[in-house]
């Protein structure tokens, strides 16, 4: 593939998650939003879903029960559970089976190069909220045809659960393209899942439980990943694993990632965002790189003391603080020592934190100036929330001249002058001696 290289961290966590076999992958709608059609649109999102069937409802002169142009309203500012279940109540069943197989039968589907790449993960299951058979083709293609056992919420009424099973297996929970009287769209068929059906309750909820799960292809208004986050704030107690979600960089702040991961257990995923959301299939080419390895995948035993996270313009301040740190036996991790030509630095910086007690966060006037700094500190606060990690600041210089970190606002940080002495990093020793006893 000639997809751009992933320009983020991949917790290292995951790996080993997917490596122990212990992963669910949740596909949404975006990983299959890059498929063209033969008309040339590609394959909807929810919203542009409902929009077509909306479109399809008044090109078949469907009677309308209520003003057609307040449900063109409602889908355009996103109240989308409301707008899909007032065109169920619109549309007859044979006239969706005949828009479903327009949309999802188009002779011009089938599996992206993204999609090809996923049997080369070794994920425990998929999990789709996708009516299409993108996934199930890519695995077919790469197995001589064979397709993976494929179940939906049906099946749950009439086998054991899938989970009881040591096959890789498919489970398409809204439904599946080729049983139209599973695919479930408004909210009353949402609502009769979750609380009518106790096999699909409890089998989401043992899932959610037990294994770690990675979302990806959900958008910045999606029901089904508000339905998932709200399913896991009711099991947060139970949850053993951490569970991630791949977003771009613009769809939450640092607080609202950091009441995910407290509230529901969910780390945060961050890519670069552009118009295409190309990042999502560096992502997906990233992992299936990792795995395309045989060999066992080991993490470092070698571990660190303090990650000094610094400007690059700062090297004469950070080399004085790493020489007084080294004089007292402390094994620093310094992207100056550590990473060197072909080093792929951003998996480096996410093992160092991982293998490092202490973060030392210098603050200076050139801190607002770079961009990977602010990532290196939000990738460190929120490890410190998970008690992997704790972060201690150091303002240099007058504190009128720097933009100071909001998220380090009501933290206690050591104050220094630029020309600092030996002496005046003894409260610094004191706290890392401090958290040694």
Not at 23 to 48: E, T
Not at 286 to 307: H, P, Q, R
């Amino acid at each position: 593939m000639s997809t751009k290289k992933f320009e983020g961290y991949i917790p290292t966590e995951l790996i080993d998650s997917i490596t122990n076999n212990k992963c669910i992958l949740f596909v949404g709608a975006g990983l299959s939003s890059k498929v063209k059609r033969s008309n040339g649109k590609k394959l909807p999102n929810w919203q542009d879903f409902l929009e077509e069937l909306y479109a399809y409802c008044l090109k078949k002169r469907i009677i309308f029960s209520v003003n057609p142009d307040d449900i063109k309203e409602m889908i355009s500012k996103g109240n989308l559970i409301m707008s899909a279940q007032e065109l169920q109540e619109t549309i007859s069943k044979k006239d969706f089976g005949d828009f479903i197989n327009i949309v999802f039968r188009d002779r011009n589907v089938a599996p992206s190069k993204t999609h090809l790449l996923l049997p080369k993960i070794p994920f425990r299951s998929i999990l789709t909220s996708n009516y299409d058979n993108l996934i199930e083709g890519a695995y077919a293609l790469s197995n001589a045809g064979r397709i993976p056992n494929k179940f939906t919420q049906e099946d749950l009424l009439n086998i054991s659960s899938p989970l009881r099973q040591e096959e890789f297996y498919i489970f398409k929970i809204h439904g599946d393209l080729e049983r139209l009287s599973t695919i479930t769209l408004s909210s009353r068929d949402y609502q009769k899942l979750l609380f009518r059906t106790p096999e699909y309750r409890q089998f989401i909820e043992t899932l959610f439980s037990v294994y770690t799960v990675l979302f990806v292809g959900f958008g910045a208004s999606d029901p089904d990943l508000d339905n998932v986050l709200d399913k896991l704030s009711t099991l947060f107690e139970r949850t053993i694993d951490k569970h991630y979600i791949l977003l771009p960089d613009n769809k939450f702040n640092f607080t609202e990632k950091k009441r995910l991961l407290l509230d529901k257990r969910l780390e945060v995923i961050e890519y670069v965002h552009d118009a295409e959301h190309s990042q999502v299939d560096s992502f997906i080419e990233e992992l299936s790189g990792i795995f395309a390895n045989t060999k066992k995948i080991k993490s470092e035993s070698k571990k660190y003391d303090i990650f000094l996270s610094h400007s690059s313009k700062d090297e004469a301040i950070a080399n004085r603080i790493v020489q007084m740190l080294k004089s007292s036996n402390y094994k620093v991790w310094d992207f100056r020592e550590n990473l060197t030509i072909g080093t792929e630095w951003q998996k480096s910086l996410e093992v160092a934190l991982n293998e490092s007690r202490f973060m030392i966060f210098l603050i200076t006037e050139n801190y607002s100036q770079s961009k990977w700094l602010e990532k290196e500190l939000s990738l460190g606060l929120l490890k410190q929330l998970e008690g992997k990690l704790n972060v201690i600041p150091i303002v240099m210089g007058d504190i009128k001249n720097i933009n100071m970190p909001s998220d380090l606002a009501s933290m206690i940080y050591l104050k220094l002058d630029v020309e600092f002495k030996n002496k005046d990093l003894i409260p610094l020793f004191r706290a890392l001696k401090a958290e040694d006893e």
